[in-house]
């Protein structure tokens, strides 16, 4: 992977984490999401004027435009793997700091891993 991919894979993770943990936090503000029929579009009106919910979506869609130009000039086999460890990790830690969720040593073990298998892929010719 060229270090303008790594570069660009990283952007993503940022911006793909960054957006899920907004819109996790908009959908909490917002009183959830029930997936019931009766309720739905009144849920989803409440997640569209949630202003933090919002901003969760604009950075999940700029993280998959920026992937656009991640899979037309790198290899996906390499990048895709990083991208979904980077996220795993970043996620799980983010939850953890801002949602106060806990994470077992069994997640931790298979973070480490992850960690393992991270450098391996990005450090692969």
Same mark, same amino acid.
């Given at each position: /992977?060229?270090?303008?991919? $790594?570069?660009?894979?990283?952007?993503?993770?940022?911006?793909?984490?960054?957006?899920?943990?907004? !819109?996790?936090?908009?959908?909490?503000? #917002?009183?959830?999401?029930?997936?019931? $029929?009766?309720?739905?579009? #009144?849920?989803?009106?409440?997640?569209?004027?949630?202003?933090?919910?919002? $901003?969760?979506?604009? $950075?999940?869609?700029? #993280?998959?435009? &920026?992937?656009?130009?991640?899979?037309?000039?790198?290899?996906?086999?390499?990048?895709?793997?990083?991208?979904?460890?980077?996220?795993?990790? !970043?996620?799980?830690?983010?939850?953890?700091?801002?949602?106060?969720?806990?994470?077992?040593?069994?997640?931790?073990?298979?973070?480490?891993?992850?960690?393992?298998?991270?450098? /391996? &892929?990005?450090?692969?010719?």
């Amino acid at each position: /992977m060229s270090n303008r991919g $790594l570069f660009l894979v990283l952007l993503v993770a940022f911006l793909q984490v960054s957006g899920n943990l907004l !819109l996790r936090a908009g959908v909490v503000g #917002a009183g959830g999401l029930s997936l019931n $029929l009766s309720t739905l579009l #009144a849920d989803l009106r409440r997640l569209l004027l949630n202003p933090v919910f919002d $901003l969760g979506v604009f $950075l999940y869609g700029a #993280a998959s435009v &920026v992937w656009f130009g991640v899979v037309s000039s790198e290899s996906l086999s390499s990048s895709y793997p990083l991208l979904v460890a980077l996220s795993f990790i !970043l996620v799980t830690a983010g939850a953890v700091v801002l949602f106060q969720e806990t994470v077992s040593a069994q997640k931790l073990v298979g973070l480490f891993v992850l960690l393992v298998g991270i450098l /391996m &892929v990005a450090t692969a010719r």
